[in-house]
């Protein structure tokens, strides 16, 4: 009886191998329908990388570009040259060969990095929303407030927190079993995927991601919101015209790039996907790993002037 329950033990622990690389489909379809994605996707890597090269340039060879708003912008360009690299260039790769191979350890790194990546945006899109709310509703104090040294200690408490916070979930889910099979119908390692593919119980992975939605999505959601209340209301108290325009214009494409993230999050994670199919929830991933880095400068460059001035002056000073 004893060497009969052993040798069910050992079978058992064989049929419990651990995985040690994971398959990514990544967009299945013809070699043709490949070879164009693969274009359209480098040219977007391509333009996105040069995009966030250009404004964080920009902002630090011009004067008129070193205040705090610009800072944070260049912040929000480091991170989003961060994002994309972590997830396009193996994409890329996924699209030439049909599929890809990547370690465990490599498919760990790259969730890691990512989330790290969305909490860090979150917390310097809600700086940035502070920052706006104190230049229009306490504008005698924002210089002393907003002073070099408090930016830094900001833009620090953003990139610390996004990549602590997240650390530890992801340390979790590192130690969940993965016994097969070791197919990620996805272009990259992302949460849910993984939850779906291990073979062991992910209720604690889960529960530390619903711990974490107040810290990463409410609390960040509510002080923007509360921030534009605010502007809004100082905004339309503001007799002149002139001053009420320059406000709006500088608010609009914070606001702009803050809506697009916050709903391409929402609708992937918090939205139920019961019923989505695989395909449309790759296409709404690409939204905020792919095209959102890519117009966050677009929008910050087409509707700002001051940039647009910046740009003008160093392609003069090039060219002639």
Request: proline share 3%; net charge neutral; charged share 10%.
């Amino acid at each position: 009886m004893s060497d009969h329950l052993h040798q069910q033990e050992v079978t058992d622990e064989n049929n419990k191998t651990s995985v040690t690389e994971f398959i990514l489909l990544g967009f299945q379809g013809t070699q043709n329908v490949r070879i164009i994605l693969f274009i359209l996707f480098l040219v977007i890597y391509c333009l996105t990388i040069c995009g966030n090269l250009l404004i964080i340039t920009l902002v630090s060879y011009n004067k008129n570009l070193h205040s705090p708003m610009y800072f944070f912008i260049t912040q929000l360009s480091m991170n989003d040259i961060l994002l994309t690299t972590d997830v396009v260039p193996n994409m890329l790769y996924i699209l030439l060969n049909d599929k890809g191979h990547i370690s465990f350890i490599g498919c760990i790194t790259q969730l890691y990095v990512f989330c790290a990546s969305e909490v860090s945006e979150s917390f310097l899109l809600t700086v940035m929303s502070y920052d706006r709310y104190l230049a229009i509703c306490n504008p005698l104090r924002y210089a002393s407030i907003m002073n070099s040294a408090y930016c830094l200690k900001l833009a620090l408490f953003s990139w610390m927190l996004g990549f602590s916070i997240i650390l530890s979930d992801t340390l979790t889910t590192s130690m969940l079993q993965f016994c097969g099979p070791n197919i990620i119908d996805h272009f990259f390692c992302d949460l849910v995927p993984l939850l779906e593919i291990s073979c062991s119980d992910t209720s604690i992975v889960q529960l530390e991601v619903y711990v974490l939605t107040t810290p990463v999505i409410i609390i960040p959601c509510t002080i923007i919101v509360a921030s534009y209340v605010n502007i809004l209301i100082t905004i339309l108290r503001t007799p002149s015209n002139t001053v009420r325009q320059k406000a709006f214009s500088t608010c609009s494409s914070h606001l702009t790039v803050v809506s697009i993230f916050l709903w391409t999050i929402f609708g992937v994670y918090v939205l139920p996907t019961k019923g989505q199919s695989l395909n449309m929830s790759k296409i709404v991933s690409l939204l905020y790993t792919v095209m959102t880095p890519m117009i966050n400068p677009i929008i910050y460059s087409l509707r700002n002037k001051d940039i647009k001035e910046a740009l003008h002056k160093t392609v003069h000073k090039k060219i002639f």
